[in-house]
């Protein structure tokens, strides 16, 4: 397949995706029963933001300005792809499809369903794809590899694929800074930030930067929006052992019945919890944070704006590498 045969399929892919075909319903269903963390509506917010970032034609033809037109020499690209939220490693493949590589993917026990029966559907349109899109336990004999996971995992990474041209990922997160004069509807986008996918992606907010003496009653009224997050089992069970952890250390908390406040300077925080640390308003805001280098967005009024963190374009490589300039050039 030529590039513009591969946008046009990728194109047709994402009309598959919105569609309410009995097939892809069914994989959904099943995707939520083999994990209860992909909440229906957040694998329809997957895929909605998966179809209107990427997988629109002038989009792609964009995108891929760079990318030759001609055959190339094409390479085998190793994939192993997070689980954390739905399709969450769709853009690697999406990448090493649309430049024209072939793709030996390791899935996610955790997030298998859904990108299994997406290729199946290009596969059954073209046959021959079955021989560049191979789905793999082990990633042996690849010429790169693309892999992304937790800290540890990314040394794993190392010991085993650092020989290779390839791009490693390790545990991301994101922090917003408040200045307090955030209107209703800035702290309800803010909720979006903190919520969505239950908080466990790598744009998710996980924790907030707050001026001194800051009222966080607006705030906790906002994050309301979510709360029926209380009647989720996965989210409640975090959520209480958290709550737990806190009475037993007998340490200050805030919250409104579904999420808590606390104060660490931590960037990362665990599920059902949200972060907070002040700074001074004469001083940046940023100088507090010691590990930015663990930081994949930062939201905020002179940042990224609230609400947008779950809603990266097809330019947002995570990590800041490009991600098809690095395909192009093996």
């Known amino acids: 397949m030529n590039l513009q045969q591969r946008i046009e399929l990728m194109v047709s892919l994402g009309e598959y995706m919105l569609s309410k075909d009995e097939n892809l319903e069914t ?6 029963i083999k994990n209860s963390w992909f909440a229906s509506e957040f694998i329809d917010l997957s895929i909605k933001n998966i179809v209107s970032q990427f997988l629109q034609k002038d989009i792609l033809e964009k995108w891929t300005q760079g990318v030759s037109r001609k055959p190339i020499n094409s390479k085998s690209v190793g994939i192993i792809m997070a689980g954390n939220i739905p399709l969450v490693g769709f853009y690697d493949f999406l990448s090493v499809f649309i430049s024209g590589h072939s793709a030996k993917i390791k899935t996610s026990s955790k997030d298998e369903v859904l990108i299994k029966h997406l290729v199946n559907w290009m ?9 560049v899109i191979q789905f793999q336990e082990m990633l042996k004999n690849c010429d790169a590899y693309i892999a992304t996971g937790g800290n540890s995992a990314s040394q794993y990474f190392e010991y085993y694929f650092g020989k290779y041209p390839h791009i490693f990922r390790s545990n991301k997160t ?4 408040i200045s307090g004069d955030e209107s209703i509807e800035e702290l309800e986008k803010l909720a979006d930030d903190v919520h969505l996918y239950f908080g466990l992606g790598c744009r998710n907010v996980t924790k907030l930067l707050v001026p001194e003496n800051y009222d966080f009653i607006p705030i906790l009224t906002a994050f309301k929006k979510y709360g029926h997050f209380s009647d989720h089992h996965k989210y409640k069970n975090n959520y209480d ?6 009475i037993l250390n007998s340490k200050f908390y805030m919250t409104n019945g579904s999420i808590l406040l606390v104060e660490n300077t931590t960037n990362f925080s665990p599920a059902a919890q949200l972060n907070y640390e002040y700074y001074n308003t004469n001083e940046d805001p940023l100088k507090s944070i010691k590990s930015k280098s663990e930081l994949q967005c930062i939201i905020g009024k002179k940042y990224l704006p609230f609400g947008e963190a779950q809603c990266p374009t097809i330019n947002d490589y995570a990590d800041g590498v490009d991600v098809l300039q690095f395909l192009t050039t093996l």
């Open 241 to 246: 052992y958290n709550l737990a952890i806190q």
């Open 123 to 131: 596969t059954n349109q073209f046959q021959e794809l079955e021989m």
């Open 27 to 32: 994989a959904k269903r099943e995707a939520t």
């Open 174 to 177: 994101s922090v917003a800074i």
